[in-house]
């Protein structure tokens, strides 16, 4: 796993679970440096089946209405994008490092889903909170790097005071640090 990460190949929801469990472990640790978000990994809505309770049981009415951030990486095909949403503000936002209308349509999908099956976890009706694509937010150059953007997306998305990220335009020239 870690050469595939040090590589510049694709990785996986294993890789993107995987740094969403130490992102969380940061977050543990310094509390006031995150927002308190919940995570929802992208294999919820890609393999929806009972073999998944793993990743379906801390979606309840505590942990949706204790955090500010909800965060759900999404796999559509090969590609990753993510789905962020602000409880508080009611609104969801979509991040596509290939930016391409196309690929939001999974994600209002995934809100329906999410909407249908946590119903009583929201206690209210998602489906009518505001939806925005970010279109001014760091894109990459290559076919390989969309879960490495999910990643750093999901970093900068739950840190404090750290709104002036979407206005970097390295984050490829740096892609091998991060993958580090």
């Keep these: 796993m870690m050469d595939e990460i040090l590589s510049d190949s694709y990785l996986d ?104 099956d946590y119903k009583k976890a929201f206690d209210e009706n998602i489906t009518k909170w505001s939806f925005k694509t970010i279109k001014k937010a760091p894109t990459q150059t290559n076919n390989t790097d969309c879960s490495m953007f999910v990643c750093k997306y999901m970093e900068n998305i739950v840190r404090q005071n750290n709104s002036k990220w979407k206005e970097s335009t390295d984050w490829h020239e740096k892609m091998l640090k991060y993958r580090a």
């Design 13 to 116: 929801n294993d890789h993107v679970d995987s740094f969403a469990i130490l992102l969380n472990e940061k977050a543990r640790i310094s509390l006031e440096q995150y927002h308190k978000y919940l995570y929802i990994s992208p294999m919820h809505y890609k393999l929806k089946d009972e073999s998944l309770k793993l990743f379906l049981e801390h979606i309840d009415y505590s942990s949706v209405h204790s955090c500010s951030i909800i965060i759900n990486p999404i796999i559509d095909g090969s590609h990753w994008t993510i789905l962020v949403g602000y409880r508080k503000q009611k609104k969801w936002e979509f991040y596509d490092s290939v930016p391409n209308h196309m690929n939001r349509s999974i994600a209002v999908k995934i809100i329906a889903s999410l909407n249908k």
